[in-house]
């Protein structure tokens, strides 16, 4: 099983970034996919997720109306488009998918998840 994020890197603020997630290993379409961050010093949190039909999005608000969910299940691949990015967006990047019927309920908590891929630094200059 692998889920990797494999773009990472220097953007500065107000700039966008198309964040790539792509998996294998397990039967990506029956998975919700789920994408937190860690900034140094700070816990791990919740940014956005996507059902595995893609027909329902959830975002953590620092982010809702900056940043875009969606996945291409013929790719394998989730993608998390970031839009007028803040410094206060630097952080490593995790994507994870889920299969727990718990989803529905808690998208938001890390428990909820499978797998998780190793994750990718952003950082954003002011």
């Known amino acids: 099983v692998q889920l990797q994020a494999s773009w990472g890197g220097l953007v500065q603020a107000g700039g966008s970034l198309r964040f790539p997630c792509a998996a294998s290993?397990?039967?990506?379409?029956?998975?919700?996919i789920g994408w937190f961050r860690q900034a140094p010093g700070k816990e791990r949190e919740f940014v956005s997720s996507i059902a595995w039909s893609g027909d329902s999005t959830i975002y953590e608000d620092s982010v809702k109306g900056r940043f875009t969910i969606s996945r291409d299940n013929a790719k394998n691949t989730v993608y998390l488009q970031m839009n007028s990015l803040k410094p206060e967006d630097t952080a490593v990047y995790y994507c994870?998918?889920?299969?727990?019927?718990?989803?529905?309920?808690?998208?938001?908590?890390?428990?909820?998840?499978?797998?998780w891929g190793q994750g990718t630094l952003v950082t954003v200059s002011s």
């Open positions: 994870a998918a889920s299969s727990s019927p718990s989803w529905t309920l808690y998208p938001r908590r890390m428990d909820t998840y499978n797998y």
């Open positions: 290993g397990f039967t990506f379409d029956d998975y919700a």
